[in-house]
C-alpha cells in the first residue's frame, strides 16, 4: 500500500499498516509467510489487528489498537 492510501485510513489502522509493511519486508522471501489486517469488535470495541507469522523463521508477530 502507497503512503498516499496508506493517510486515507484512519489513524490507528495506517499506523497498523506500517507497522505490518516493516515486517512484511524483512520475510518477504519466506515460504511460510502469512498475515492480515483486519478490524474486530470485541465486547463492544472496535480493533485494528494486524499479524504476521513466518513458519520458517519461528517469527509471530501481532499489533491490536482501539480504532
Not at 493517510?7 to 489502522?13: A, D, E, G, V, W
Not at 509493511?21 to 470485541?42: K, M, N, P, Q
Not at 513466518?54 to 480504532?67: D, K, T
Given at each position: 500500500?502507497s503512503r498516499a492510501a496508506a493517510?486515507?485510513?484512519?489513524?490507528?489502522?495506517a499506523d497498523l499498516v506500517r507497522?505490518?509493511?516493516?515486517?512484511?519486508?524483512?520475510?518477504?522471501?519466506?515460504?511460510?509467510?502469512?498475515?492480515?489486517?483486519?478490524?474486530?469488535?470485541?465486547?463492544?470495541?472496535?480493533?485494528?489487528v494486524a499479524w504476521l507469522e513466518?513458519?520458517?523463521?519461528?517469527?509471530?508477530?501481532?499489533?491490536?489498537?482501539?480504532?
Open positions: 500500500m493517510t486515507k485510513l484512519s489513524p490507528p489502522i507497522s505490518f509493511e516493516t515486517y512484511f519486508a524483512e520475510h518477504r522471501v519466506c515460504d511460510g509467510l502469512a498475515g492480515s489486517i483486519l478490524e474486530v469488535t470485541e465486547n463492544g470495541v472496535l480493533w485494528g513466518c513458519s520458517a523463521c519461528s517469527v509471530h508477530w501481532e499489533r491490536r489498537l482501539a480504532v
